[in-house]
């Protein structure tokens, strides 16, 4: 099993919908990350949660250390929503810059 | 313009031919990552560097090498490469500053070793 699972792993939804995207992990963290990775390759760091929840814009992502389980929300979705949205956590007992990753869910927002 | 860059974008090359991946921030960073994502296996560490001259294995370290001799630089080197190191590549780098934690993530190196 392994330490990050998102799901689902492919979402496809049309223009205007509200989304979640989930993140289970299994080890203790210190901090959470959300990505969101382009269709070209680049990869844009979205939120660090380590508690509670963080809005921007349209995106919300909320974290519960207790059930070890984050989900990232997109909220009045778009097509250029469309990108692979990548978990990502920071164990307690590593170091800061060692993160474990999810496997990545694929989102596409129809028009 | 805050950055990570990359160079090479694109590399082909042969099976045991060193190569080098260059890889430069320029947001006085002190922790520093190389990364190479593969289908199906999602983004792996491969090493990471927390400062100048300190560095350490991620979860993919086997068949390369990195050094840190300055803040801004933070090179991939395969010293002989095989086949099974054909992957896209990303260097990311995250100052220490605690209120954000983000990881500014450079444009990739997508690598072929035939």
């Known amino acids: 099993k392994n330490e990050v699972e998102q799901s689902p792993q492919n979402l496809t939804a049309q223009e205007g919908e509200f989304i979640t995207i989930n993140c289970s992990y299994s080890?203790?963290?210190?901090?959470l990350h959300w990505l969101q990775q382009h269709p070209g390759g680049g990869i844009v760091s979205l939120f660090m949660l380590s508690s509670g929840k963080k809005k921007h814009g349209r995106l919300i992502a909320t974290i519960n250390i207790q059930e070890k389980h984050s989900s990232l929300h997109i909220t009045a979705s778009h097509p250029r929503d469309s990108a692979v949205y990548i978990c990502a956590v920071r164990s307690e007992e590593t170091s800061g810059s060692r993160l474990t990753f999810g496997e990545g869910t694929q989102l596409t927002v129809n028009p | 313009e805050a950055q990570v860059t990359q160079n090479p974008r694109y590399l082909i090359t042969v099976t045991g031919k060193k190569l080098t991946v260059t890889c430069s921030q320029n947001m006085n960073h002190e922790y520093m990552s190389w990364y190479r994502q593969d289908p199906g296996l999602g983004l792996r560490q491969i090493y990471y560097?927390?400062?100048?001259?300190?560095?350490d294995k991620g979860d993919v370290p086997e068949g390369y090498k990195v050094s840190r001799k300055e803040k801004r630089n933070f090179p991939l080197i395969l010293e002989s490469p095989s086949p099974n190191q054909t992957s896209l590549y990303f260097c990311a780098s995250k100052g220490r500053d605690r209120g954000h934690g983000e990881q500014f993530f450079g444009p990739g190196t997508r690598l072929t070793v035939l």
């Open positions: 080890v203790g963290i210190s901090a």
């Open positions: 560097s927390m400062n100048v001259e300190v560095t």
